[in-house]
């Protein structure tokens, strides 16, 4: 009788040792395998496309979020000259707080305005002398902005002298729409910037192709083009996290350009690679110190352009970079950040614009997604923006 039982028991320690090797062998092998080999799987963990949040945001409804006075439309990107279709994308155009206050009954957002609790603070400096002087012509030809002549009314006022643009680079999961974001472009406008934001290829209402690192650079590039195409203003650009990424990889592209080229680059929570981002990453806790996390995780990233070289990509352009990061940003540890400036600061040209960074204490909890809320926040952006716009590197 006893006999029999410890045998049993044997045997169920012998089945359930067996059933811990398989579960071992899926989650510790064969998932790293399937990583390794697909590359469709690899860019679902770096991009995250699928992760949508808030749920039933209507896109082409900025005010839903509290973005009055913002343009929602949509730009076609050629990957080649042969490419017939293209690639469309949806972009918001954030308008500055001086523009809309002074347009407010044309643009029909009086009681929006009224309501707003930033626009009951002291106003941030801006180019109130030119929107005085060329108002009248543009209260006379737009009396009322309706769908038909929204473009050319927004065009004309990014075109207004003496404005700043910030082209705002979004991070993976979600959309242009989501909270964080916006709170970013509430703050921009509220310092009489004009914000445009979009989603990469795959994200959101953009068309659902696959995205690549290259892709997603292409999507900012004809974004930047539009910008550059309807105003001669300075532009910014502003990465946060994965966005960081694209930020440094677009600005590199766009170094030869000088002129026209942006003019600064905030960097919000940034790394200095996927091989060393990728490592640190919550997701990656239980794989990163497998023999084979090198093989079946970093090591396909790379050979497929999943790269987002930063530490590279800094010494390829010119202009100034801020660099902000978090002390418990826990999806990018701080010490990216930290070492991305490092790196800047010792392998950029002595005649680089310069290379600043702000590190935000553990206790103001800011994390990965709301330095935004830190108060000496504005005030370091307009600092920036103001010592570098007229400045070309
Ligand atoms: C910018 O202007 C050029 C030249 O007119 C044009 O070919 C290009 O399509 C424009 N790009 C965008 C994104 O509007
Ligand atoms: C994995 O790659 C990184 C970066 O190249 C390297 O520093 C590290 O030593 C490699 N790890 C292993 C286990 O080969």
Known sequence: MLFTRRRQLKRVGLRSLQACLVIFLLIFVVLPLIFRYSVTFQRGILFLTFIKYPKGLDLTKPESVGLYATRNFYITV??????????????????PSNAVRRFKRELRVEEAVAQDPDQQLEPAPGNERELKELSPAIRSEFPVVLPENEQLFYERLLRMPGGTVVLYLHGNTASRGSGHRSEVYKLLRKLNYHVFSFD?????????????????????????????????????????????????????????????APRGVILESP?????????????????????WFNFTISQPMYTNKLRFESDIHVMEFRQPIMIIHAEDDVVVPFNLG?????????????????????????????????????P?????IQKFVENYRDTVY
């Open 78 to 95: 050629k990957d080649h000259d042969q490419d017939e279709d293209g690639v469309r994308v949806g972009v918001w155009h954030v308008l």
């Open 200 to 260: 990469y290829r795959g994200y959101a209402d953009s068309d659902p192709v696959p995205p690549t690192e290259e892709g997603v650079v292409r999507d900012a590039m004809m974004v930047f083009e539009y910008i550059a195409n309807t105003t001669s203003n300075p532009i910014v650009v502003w990465g946060h996290s994965l966005g960081t990424g694209v930020a440094t990889h677009l600005c590199a592209k766009l170094a030869s350009l000088r002129e026209r």
């Open 271 to 291: 790394f200095t690679n996927i091989r060393d981002e990728i490592r640190m990453h919550p997701f990656a806790k239980l794989y990163k110190n497998l023999p």
């Open 338 to 374: 930290y070492r991305l400036y490092r790196i800047a600061l010792d392998g950029r040209s002595r005649t680089s614009g310069p290379v600043e960074f702000h590190r935000f204490g553990a206790s103001r909890k800011y994390g990965h997604k709301y330095l935004c809320r830190a």
């Open 376 to 380: 000496e926040l504005p005030g370091l």
